[in-house]
């Protein structure tokens, strides 16, 4: 059998990005697009998406699932990891203090970094447990809808 990588690889990305659009994050492709979207006023959660499987089987789900809460963010946005390497750069731009993570959350106010979530605190939990932890930012950080 002759799988051909690429067009493997194609479709797990377009199905990654499709999903994130899908839950309503709006994705985020070129730097000037990440600096547009990190100046609103208003909360702001950033996805850092990427093909690994703790971001389609943990990750993904939570970033779909957290925003049906009480509180919520105003904006929902994602840049993709080895995908728009530009895009991603920018945002991570913002994220002072913290290392490259994919996939990861960050959740700003007004364009400042208010708090991250890392990959070492998606990888290897649950989906549930990431969702409470974007909720408890939420609650922190987020005005009820």
């Known amino acids: 059998m002759n799988i051909d ?3 493997f690889m194609n479709d797990i990305v377009r199905q990654a990005r499709e999903e ?7 994705e985020l492709k070129t730097p000037e697009e990440v600096d547009e979207a990190f100046k609103r006023k208003g909360t702001t959660l950033v996805m850092i998406n990427s093909v690994c499987g703790c971001a ?3 990750a993904r789900p939570a970033a779909a699932n957290a925003i049906h809460y009480d ?3 105003d904006y929902l946005v994602t ?4 995908q728009d390497r530009e895009a991603t750069e920018r945002a991570r731009s913002y994220f002072t203090g913290y290392p490259p993570s994919s996939p990861s959350f960050a959740l700003l106010k007004d364009g400042k970094l ?3 979530i890392e990959r070492h605190e998606i990888e290897g939990h649950d989906p549930m447990s ?6 408890k930012a939420f609650d922190e950080y987020c005005e009820e809808v």
């Open 5 to 7: 990588f690429n067009l």
């Open 56 to 58: 389609g089987g943990i």
């Open 130 to 135: 990431v969702i409470a932890k974007l909720q």
């Open 114 to 116: 208010m708090t991250m």
């Open 71 to 73: 509180k919520r963010p």
């Open 79 to 82: 840049v993709f990891a080895g």
């Open 20 to 26: 994130m659009v899908a839950s309503g994050y709006t």
